[in-house]
Every structure is written in structure tokens, then in C-alpha cells.
């Protein structure tokens, strides 16, 4: 290891790789892959859990099955004036079901927000009601989803 890091082999990056695909790959099934035995990929896979680079598995939905057509995301830049907290703004909006993630950024928003939605009409129910009504909410820039890819990361 170097300054923290985790050094990794051509072993490690492809149970990165394999993992990021399907979560649900068994040891053994890793092994076979990458012609390890079992236990040596269920060791290298302990190895990269215990350093904290495999932080854990997800559940992926499906929104579209869920009638959820629509993500939508906002750019939110909270009102100067005021004296309305990030605290009061963030406690609120993850109180928001359809505000799928809250993300603190630096730049012209000071919040951006994954939202979903059925469709057009009901985002637009959701941004009047909900997220226009939030406390110390300012500018608004919506940006629909057209397309997305997801890509595993820099796993080299």
C-alpha cells in the first residue's frame, strides 16, 4: 500500500470489473473467470472488502418498470437572502420520495437533485408543490434524462 492506497494486480481490476457487472458472482465463480482457485478469490475479494475499495453491494430498480418514466435533474441555487440553513434545505428535500439523490456542489447551484417522476406532468407537480415550496429555495434549472450509461469507474 501507498499513502492509503490499495495497490492492485491485473487479478484485482478484474474482480473489480466482474463485480461491478454482477454483484452476485460467487468466489467460485470469480475463480473460474479469472483461473483462480475459490479460495483465492474469495481471499483477493475479503482483501479489497477489508481495505474498503468493495464498500459494498447495491440493488439495482428498475424505475421504468416502477411506472417512474421520467428522471429529471435540478440544479438548485438557495436564495441569498434569507437566513434558511443547508440543514433546513437538505432535512426537507430528502423528505421528497421522488428526490432520488441530494448532492452538495460547488459552482453556480449549490444543490443538485436526481428526481423522478411518472412523466412530464407529474414532475411538474412535484416541482411546484414540493421542491418550489422548500425552504430558502432560490433558482431552478431542470435538465431531463434522455439517455444513460453507466460505466463501472476508473478501475484501470
Same mark, same amino acid.
Given at each position: 500500500?501507498?499513502?492509503?492506497?490499495?495497490?492492485?494486480?491485473?487479478?484485482?481490476?478484474?474482480? =473489480?470489473? /466482474?463485480? /461491478?457487472?454482477?454483484?452476485?458472482? $460467487? /468466489?467460485?465463480? #470469480?475463480?473460474?473467470? !479469472?483461473?483462480? $482457485?475459490? +479460495?483465492?478469490?474469495?481471499?483477493?475479494?475479503?482483501? =479489497?472488502?477489508?481495505?474498503?475499495?468493495?464498500?459494498? @453491494? @447495491?440493488? &439495482?430498480?428498475? *424505475?421504468?418498470?416502477?411506472? %417512474?418514466?421520467?428522471?429529471? %435533474? #435540478?440544479?438548485?441555487?438557495?436564495?441569498?437572502?434569507?437566513?434558511?440553513?443547508?440543514?433546513? %434545505?437538505?432535512? /426537507?428535500?430528502?423528505?421528497?420520495?421522488?428526490?432520488?439523490?441530494?448532492?452538495?456542489? !460547488?459552482?453556480?447551484?449549490?444543490?443538485?437533485? *436526481?428526481?423522478?417522476?411518472?412523466?412530464?406532468?407529474? %414532475? &411538474? @407537480?412535484?416541482?411546484?408543490?414540493?421542491?418550489?415550496? =422548500? +425552504?430558502?429555495?432560490?433558482?431552478? &434549472?431542470?435538465?431531463?434524462?434522455?439517455? &444513460?450509461? *453507466?460505466? +463501472?469507474? +476508473?478501475?484501470?
Amino acid at each position: 500500500m501507498t499513502n492509503g492506497m490499495i495497490d492492485l494486480d491485473d487479478h484485482d481490476r478484474a474482480i =473489480l470489473k /466482474a463485480l /461491478a457487472q454482477d454483484a452476485d458472482l $460467487s /468466489a467460485g465463480e #470469480l475463480g473460474r473467470r !479469472l483461473g483462480l $482457485s475459490q +479460495p483465492a478469490a474469495w481471499r483477493r475479494v475479503k482483501r =479489497l472488502v477489508d481495505s474498503g475499495v468493495l464498500a459494498g @453491494r @447495491r440493488v &439495482e430498480v428498475d *424505475r421504468a418498470a416502477l411506472g %417512474f418514466g421520467v428522471t429529471v %435533474f #435540478l440544479g438548485v441555487k438557495l436564495a441569498t437572502r434569507g437566513r434558511v440553513s443547508l440543514e433546513d %434545505f437538505e432535512r /426537507a428535500v430528502v423528505a421528497i420520495s421522488e428526490v432520488q439523490v441530494v448532492q452538495h456542489v !460547488l459552482g453556480l447551484f449549490d444543490y443538485r437533485l *436526481r428526481v423522478v417522476a411518472r412523466d412530464i406532468a407529474d %414532475f &411538474e @407537480r412535484v416541482l411546484r408543490r414540493r421542491i418550489m415550496t =422548500l +425552504p430558502g429555495v432560490g433558482n431552478v &434549472e431542470a435538465n431531463v434524462l434522455l439517455t &444513460e450509461e *453507466r460505466r +463501472p469507474g +476508473p478501475i484501470g
